[in-house]
């Protein structure tokens, strides 16, 4: 059994401010071993239940957060910058190196948007106001899941804050395993659980949640992706490269398929960057 962990970092263990997740901020050192605590327990989990393969996917900013020398010595490490010639799909790499049976999303966080969410975005909070999938408002767990679904691999597990474990409840037509590492107390406030609660319980979970008889999560293609995003400027480099403009700040990108549309749309949130972002240096 081989098993595929997506991480973020908003909605790690203690982590509730900005300065937790940029290199060189306050605490940001400390936050990386709450984020690897929170990985080692997904994984401890998945090979309880006999998984013989996992693979970790940093998929945070620079996504170089994860302590390697802290990392479970039989779990896998990718990490690197989500760059088009090396991850053109952003927080997921490596997928055609699988089969893999399930994935578990570690540390995620709420959409962009939504009502007094902790550290809120999606996908990159600097340029995008809303993404929309097939019509319907997306965050990154939703999205995630749909790339992941389209390589038959079903997410079985997630972690994060109250408000991110409300919107995955809603966003997913099935039951999965959610674990609330934390209360959200607005944007940048918590009530954190300890990390050896929060641990306890994602290893348990884990565990739980493996062998999964779930099925992936696909959406509908043709697929459709809107972007709204914060200003006229961003827009028009966005266009440069495709899509069609749709309402005040939006652009279209219609595809037969969906990871081809996905590659596309992140190529255009780079395009719409005057100069690389941080983030993927």
Known sequence: MRIYI???????????????????????????????GDVNAAVEGALAAG???VVVADGHGTMRNILLDELH??????????????????????????????????????RAGTAG?????????ALVNEIRLNGRPAGEAQLNAAILGSHDIPVVLASGSDDFCR??????????ELVEVKQTLGPSAI??????????????????????????????????????LHR??????ALELAGEPVGRLGVRFVEDNLITAVKLVWRALAHCMREEGSFLK
């Open 6 to 36: 997506s991480v973020d970092m908003e909605g790690a263990t203690g982590v509730c401010h900005r300065d937790h997740l940029v290199p060189g901020g306050q605490d940001y050192e400390k936050a990386r071993h709450w984020l690897t």
């Open 51 to 53: 998984a013989s393969d």
């Open 73 to 110: 010595a039989d779990a896998r490490l990718l990490t690197g910058p989500a760059q088009a010639r090396n991850r053109p799909l952003g927080q997921l790499a490596a997928l055609e190196s699988g089969p893999f049976d399930a994935a578990f999303l570690i540390g995620y966080h709420s």
């Open 117 to 125: 969410g902790l550290l809120s975005h999606t996908w990159v909070g």
């Open 167 to 176: 919107e995955a409840r809603a966003d997913f037509d099935q039951e999965l």
């Open 191 to 228: 009530l954190t659980l300890a990390p050896k609660k929060s641990q306890a319980l994602i290893r348990a979970a884990a565990q739980r949640s493996l062998p999964s008889r779930r099925e992936p999560w696909r959406t509908s293609q043709p697929v459709t992706f809107e972007l709204d």
């Open 232 to 237: 006229d400027d961003m827009r028009e480099r």
